[in-house]
């Protein structure tokens, strides 16, 4: 099955107004800002699009919006998973056409077995077409998906990919060195992205790219180029940043960055809850000094 998700992929966040409805101006001027520098893939509805405080309608609201200013210039993912394999399976089948991947995270709270983990997946692929990029992230889900659970996902025709956010070079290494053609490993932890593209990763889905797009693509295309004086250039140029995003939870980081340069207000939706001022400050000061040169 074809596989475009290589190379530099963001994460979008939804951007509300103040009363918390979605401004979709703002997540058009988004996507132009991702079209324009450099991105390689959408993720529409991921974690950090604060996916699990919007309800359906506004999931399928969001995917058309992005869907119609990108208009086919890069491939859209959408992200739908979950702890209900069934319900997940029932989502699938109601998505719109015109979608050219799902990023579907590992069941979470359950912590099932590996062996529960790939029935889990063996079963959503086979109720769709759509090319499944897998994804691990421990930190949220509570269970580790192993590099053995992920090499024998790889072997189902539709999951072509797996973005990785243990942590573990170790695991994601085993990965690399072992998973069958076409199948691609993807960074899920943008201060560690440039590092794991010198072992054989393949790209990244970012919440940074959000907002430093163009310094962000370089990184990974150098890496994909063999150019690591260049790669570590820009990852150091980006780490401080990197942190400061992350340093009181996603996505508060990120849109402070983004009001900061005039794209969006800085709203989430509860229970997300506002980064601290002193925070605030240092990304605002960061992101002038990376976007100023």
């Known amino acids: 099955m074809n596989n475009p ?19 979709f101006d703002a997540l058009r001027a ?18 950090t699009g604060e996916s699990p405080v919007l309800d ?8 058309k919006c992005v ?3 990108n208009n086919g210039k890069l491939p859209v993912v959408f992200g739908l998973g979950g702890n209900n394999t069934r319900a997940v399976a029932e989502q699938m089948a109601s998505l719109p056409i015109g979608i050219d991947g799902i990023l579907s995270v590992s069941p979470y709270y359950n912590k099932p077995t590996q062996q529960g983990i790939i029935e889990h997946y063996k079963y959503i692929a086979s109720k769709t077409d759509l090319p499944i990029i897998l994804y691990n992230v421990p930190g949220r889900t509570a269970s580790n998906m192993t590099a053995s659970t992920t090499l024998e996902l790889a072997k189902v025709e539709n999951i072509v990919a797996m973005k990785e956010a243990s942590g573990d070079f170790g695991q994601i290494m085993e990965i690399v060195q072992h998973k069958p053609e076409g199948f691609s490993v993807l960074s899920g932890d943008d201060a560690i992205t440039a590092p794991l593209m010198t072992i054989g990763v393949e790209g990244v889905i970012s919440v940074v790219a959000n907002a ?17 004086s260049s790669m570590n250039q820009h990852h150091y140029n980006l780490l401080h940043a990197t942190n400061l995003f992350f340093a009181e939870g996603n996505p508060g980081g990120v849109k402070a ?19 601290s001022e002193e925070l605030n400050r240092a990304i605002i000061s960061e992101t002038q000094r990376i976007l100023n040169g």
Do not use: C
């Open 5 to 23: 998700f290589k190379g530099s992929g963001v994460a979008l966040v939804t951007p509300f107004n103040e009363d918390r409805s979605i401004d």
């Open 67 to 69: 869907r119609q200013e």
């Open 257 to 275: 960055s983004l009001a900061g340069q005039g794209m969006m207000k800085p709203f989430m939706r509860p229970p997300l809850y506002p980064i």
């Open 212 to 228: 430093f797009p163009a310094e962000f693509s370089k990184m990974v295309h150098s890496a994909m180029d063999g150019n690591l």
């Open 30 to 47: 988004l996507v132009r800002y991702q079209m324009d520098n450099g991105t390689d893939f959408l993720v529409v509805q991921g974690t």
């Open 56 to 63: 359906w309608e506004e999931k399928m609201e969001v995917l």
